[in-house]
Nanobody, 121 residues
Framework: QVQLVESGGGLVQPGGSLRLSCAAS????????MGWYRQAPGQQRELVTT???????RYADSVLGRFASSGEFRKKMVNLQIGSLKPEATDVYYC???????????????WGQGTQVTVSS
């Protein structure tokens, strides 16, 4: 199974920015895509960005122009720069990875434990 560990969350002022990172570990699989979701208190988890190994990042409309993601798939890492944060953007950010075990055709999804981003002055 793929293990994912996020880092970089914390407290930030409104209008500020943070850089989140996610590192995958494990063996015997190839990663097809990685990305980020976020979840506000009492809300469903929503997709923020997805990155394929051979394509450019794609973003949810709500974060276009404010967030930027990048993938370093040889290092099994993805990063997310979140900016222009609003007070209501206090969320837990979750990294995910879709991977295929060698010799298998199906994809499985793994999740990180989440990293909290709190926006407060």
């Amino acid at each position: 199974q793929v293990q994912l560990v996020e880092s970089g969350g914390g407290l930030v002022q409104p209008g500020g920015s943070l850089r989140l990172s996610c590192a995958a570990s494990g063996s015997g699989f190839s990663i097809e895509n990685m990305g980020w979701y976020r979840q506000a208190p009492g809300q469903q988890r929503e997709l923020v960005t997805t990155i394929n190994t051979d394509g450019s990042p794609r973003y949810a409309d709500s974060v276009l122009g404010r967030f930027a993601s990048s993938g370093e798939f040889r290092k099994k890492m993805v990063n997310l720069q979140i900016g222009s944060l609003k007070p209501e953007a206090t969320d837990v950010y979750y990294c995910y990875a879709e991977a295929r075990r060698y010799g298998r055709t199906n994809l499985s999804v793994s999740w990180g434990q989440g990293t909290q981003v709190t926006v407060s002055s």
